[in-house]
């Protein structure tokens, strides 16, 4: 079954140190996608990095960084220098064809706390 | 301009009014999403249309109607709904739908988080 977990409810990080959020995947697709997205509690959705299976680098966005593991079925979305506006719910989603469309599944999310 | 706009950002609504929910995109993005969303949960996906053709309906209740006029506007109406469709509901976009290719990064909208007494 194509699924996303993303195994930590709620994380703290103090200001300025790097987090790792966790997220793991299950698929039977050769071709797919992983992406991270950051919500605050405004509730815009808000794109953060991309993942393509094929992609043999780790994608990189500036202090975001995705540690892509395919063996393992893990693509972990690492924060670097946290900042309190990272604080927000981050979601983990997986791109699948279903049939000619493509659908995003995604994870129950981690929420982030950065303290001052 | 890479940004989905979304209005109203607040709307309540009684269980037998008709309201309309609007989302526009200018970046020439072919395909458009309707997300529903409730607190601390991650978005559920509703209406797909590519093309102004709605492409899939993920077995959404009737009292949702989605409207494509044109390539730029997605409507969603709403009639008669009921309390526990209380909750943000999430425009995107992106430039293709479905095909060989993985990349698909959907622009998300700010919501407009609906309130059904």
């Known amino acids: 079954a194509q699924k996303i977990t993303q195994t930590q409810p709620g994380m703290f990080v103090q200001e300025k140190e790097a987090v790792t959020l966790d997220c793991t995947y299950d698929t039977s697709d050769q071709s797919y996608g992983l992406f991270w997205y950051k919500q605050p509690s405004s509730g815009e959705m808000i794109f953060l990095i991309y993942q393509g299976s094929y992609d043999e680098q780790n994608a990189t966005e500036g202090r975001y960084s995705l540690n892509f593991q395919k063996a393992r079925k893990s693509a972990n979305l690492v924060i670097s220098a946290s900042q309190l506006g990272d604080s927000a719910m981050y979601f983990c989603?997986?791109?699948?064809?279903?049939?000619?469309?493509?659908?995003?599944?995604w994870g129950l999310g981690t929420s982030l706390a950065v303290n001052p | 301009d890479t940004e989905v706009t979304q209005t109203p950002k607040h709307l309540v609504m009684g269980m037998t009014n008709k309201k309309s929910l609007k989302c526009e995109q200018h970046m020439g993005h072919r395909a458009m999403y309707w997300y529903k969303q409730k607190a601390k949960k991650p978005p559920e996906l509703m209406f797909v249309?590519?093309?102004?053709?709605?492409?899939i309906n993920e077995s959404v209740p009737s009292r949702f109607s989605p409207e494509c006029p044109n390539s730029s506007l997605l409507n969603l109406h709403l009639h008669a709904l009921q309390p526990e469709d209380s909750a943000l509901y999430l425009c995107?976009?992106?430039?293709?739908?479905?095909?060989?290719?993985?990349?698909?990064?959907?622009?998300f909208g700010p919501g407009t988080r609906l309130t059904v007494l």
């Open positions: 989603a997986m791109s699948r064809r279903a049939g000619n469309n493509r659908k995003l599944i």
């Open positions: 249309y590519s093309y102004e053709k709605l492409s």
């Open positions: 995107a976009s992106s430039q293709e739908w479905g095909g060989l290719v993985s990349y698909n990064e959907q622009f």
